[in-house]
């Protein structure tokens, strides 16, 4: 077990180095070939496009520290009728809200993190359809290697299985690994979107 989370350290501390020499015009292009890659796979995967297709609500987030930004595909899901909640950390635990205005809804909360207020409401957990999930690192497999904390794999782990959203990783392609070191209370995604 320390020799797992040794090498989870060593590559968090390895992708947070390079996150730092991505410059803000690369970060914004991101945005837009992360959608575009959504797009195509929607065409291409029968699955992606009957989820997407159904799907009422689309959790997200907002980019911090070098992250791949996901506004655009966020902007995307609005257009096309579905609503967009936001994670807001609560102690040890995570909760979404619904959130129609980034720009104007957001406020730096934990870590630095943009959040939504809660006042706005909890969306409830069996009732977000598809999941967009940053991380440090992916690999081949769908294991997720996130900031440490643990947040949306217990998110992840409270809800009924049959109600879980699909699971989908977004990164750039340096934070792809041959293999992350895994435990057992890891949730790996249902695909990846690496650009």
């Known amino acids: 077990m320390k020799d797992i989370e040794w090498e989870k350290s060593r590559i968090r501390s390895q992708v947070r180095e390079y996150r730092k020499l991505i410059t803000k015009q690369e970060l914004e292009q991101y945005d837009k070939d992360l959608l575009d890659e959504f797009k195509a796979a929607v065409k291409d995967d029968k699955d992606l496009k009957k989820a ?4 009422r609500a689309v959790a997200v987030y907002k980019a911090v520290g070098g992250e791949l930004p996901c506004d655009a595909l966020a902007a995307y899901m609005r257009k096309a009728g579905k609503k967009t909640v936001y994670p807001l950390v609560k102690g040890d635990d995570m909760v979404f809200i619904e959130v129609k205005d980034p720009g104007t809804e957001l406020v730096p909360g934990s870590f630095g993190i943009p959040e939504p207020d809660e006042k706005k409401g ?24 996130g900031q440490g904390k643990g947040y949306y794999d217990r998110w992840i782990a409270s809800v009924p299985e049959d ?24 949730i790996p995604s249902d695909m990846i979107l690496c650009i």
């Not at 009732?127 to 940053?134: C, E, Q, S």
């Open 122 to 145: 909890i969306f409830e957990n069996g009732n977000i359809d598809i999941m967009i999930m940053p991380g440090i690192a992916f690999d081949p497999e769908g294991n997720r290697l």
């Open 163 to 186: 109600k879980r959203p699909l699971l989908i990783g977004v990164c750039m392609e340096y934070q792809m690994m041959g293999l992350i070191p895994v435990t057992s209370s890891d």
């Open 52 to 55: 997407f297709d159904s799907a």
